[in-house]
């Protein structure tokens, strides 16, 4: 019976996935196998002996000690792709906003309080609404920052509207790459994306290289009157950069014309060239839902077959089930170690039947399929093999 606890209001279409004879799920869990939560931040709550996975139903694992939980050996989850419908929807409604002056157009409806005459209302808005007049998207450039799930769709939808596409992206995988449309043209660096682009979207995740990518310098390449959109993380885009920019265009036409971002901060407010939400990016019921339920198949996965896929600390690793016993380990990424273990199973006529070793960055995964269950005498003689951090039998 594996236990999983879970912190915030995780869906039942993903809680559902967890079947009931074979899991436990609670919110009050003293030894958990795993956690499933949302924004729930962990950094200071010790991490339980027993744990072995962490999944986070959402894009960003910033709410939770990578480092830590690594040298703890255990892996961290997360679901990148599973809100991205959600996200592109919003920033399609960002674009048109940021295109159109909607949202001055209806403040003013509304402010029309003292008038009680329909047709009277009817001439005045007639005459007035050329001061909310605004441009089509058809044939515009779009720049799009990270080309990953949600910007490979971003893109997609920008071609469908009519628009040009342009993309850059630092770390572009191979199955990112497979899935870009071929009419994105891609630009070598930041810079030359945005001396380009009339409209800018950002779709990084915020790690080291990426956090406070958009700066004044950055700005400096700035296409004249360009709208940058930002439904990505709030420390990608330095907001102080940003209002610099904004004042620039406003005294000579030079800089950014509007900023439109789900990261509200004090320094923004009160502008009538900021569009500034809640962080509603993925906040669809949709959306919500996709997140729980990848998050509860990736955890059901691994701690059943001991298979890896997305994680933010652990390499991607899988191998089909075999008759016999399953064995996983986890060791610092040293030479040596694997066959230091094999030689274990060598000493006690154990045949491994079938493995797989992954590495990422300082740690090593691996996945062996065993003829016999070891003993309670040789996993502890794995476990004392320098540099192993964490073994476990799957049956």
């Given at each position: 019976m594996f236990k999983v606890k879970t912190y915030n209001a995780i869906s039942s279409k993903g809680l559902d996935r967890f079947e009931r004879d074979s899991y436990e799920v609670a919110s009050e869990i003293s030894t958990p196998d795993a956690y499933i939560l949302r924004s729930h931040k962990l950094h200071d709550e010790e991490i339980p002996p027993t744990l072995l996975a962490v999944a986070r139903a959402g894009a960003g694992v910033n709410n939770v000690p990578i480092e830590a939980y690594t040298k703890a050996g255990v892996v961290a989850f997360n679901t990148p792709g599973a809100n991205a419908n959600a996200v592109k929807e919003l920033v399609m409604a960002g674009l048109l906003l940021g295109s159109r002056d909607i949202t001055g157009g209806m403040s003013y409806v509304q402010g029309l309080t003292e008038m009680t005459d329909a047709g009277e209302m009817g001439k005045l808005l007639e005459k007035e609404k050329k001061r909310f007049a605004g441009s089509e998207l058809y044939g515009r450039t779009l720049g799009v920052v990270g080309l990953g799930a949600i910007g490979s769709m971003v893109a997609e939808m920008a071609l469908a509207m009519g628009m040009n596409v342009v993309g850059f992206d630092p770390a572009l995988?191979?199955?990112?790459?497979?899935?870009?449309?071929?009419?994105?043209?891609?630009?070598?660096?930041?810079?030359?994306?945005?001396?380009?682009?009339?409209?800018?979207?950002?779709?990084?995740?915020?790690?080291?290289?990426?956090?406070?990518?958009?700066?004044?310098?950055?700005?400096?390449?700035?296409?004249?009157?360009?709208?940058?959109?930002?439904?990505?993380?709030?420390s990608i885009v330095n907001a102080e950069a940003v209002v610099e920019s904004l004042d620039l265009c406003a005294d000579n036409s030079k800089g950014l014309a509007m900023y439109i971002c789900d990261f509200p901060e004090p320094i923004l407010l009160s502008r009538s060239d900021v569009l500034a939400m809640p962080h509603i990016g993925a906040s669809t019921a949709e959306a919500e839902?996709?997140?729980?339920?990848?998050?509860?198949?990736?955890l059901k996965d691994y701690l059943e077959?001991?298979?890896?896929?997305?994680?933010?600390?652990?390499?991607?690793?899988?191998?089909?089930?075999?008759?016999?016993?399953?064995?996983?380990?986890?060791?610092?990424?040293?030479?040596?170690?694997?066959?230091?273990?094999l030689s274990v199973f060598t000493e006690n006529d154990i045949n491994v039947k079938d493995m797989v070793n992954?590495?990422?960055?300082?740690?090593?995964?691996?996945?062996?399929?065993?003829?016999?269950?070891?003993?309670?005498?040789?996993?502890?003689?794995?476990?004392?093999?320098?540099?192993?951090m964490h073994v476990r039998v799957l049956g």
């Open positions: 995988s191979v199955e990112a790459a497979w899935r870009l449309p071929s009419a994105v043209e891609r630009m070598e660096n930041l810079p030359s994306l945005l001396s380009r682009s009339d409209f800018i979207t950002i779709h990084v995740p915020a790690i080291a290289p990426t956090i406070n990518m958009v700066n004044a310098e950055a700005l400096k390449s700035i296409k004249p009157g360009a709208i940058l959109l930002n439904f990505a993380r709030e839902e996709n997140c729980a339920v990848m998050a509860a198949d990736q077959n001991g298979n890896i896929k997305n994680s933010v600390n652990f390499p991607a690793i899988r191998m089909p089930r075999t008759e016999g016993t399953r064995l996983t380990f986890v060791n610092e990424n040293v030479s040596g170690v694997l066959g230091n273990v992954k590495s990422r960055d300082d740690v090593a995964y691996n996945i062996l399929d065993l003829e016999l269950t070891p003993s309670d005498e040789v996993i502890a003689a794995i476990e004392s093999v320098e540099h192993v």
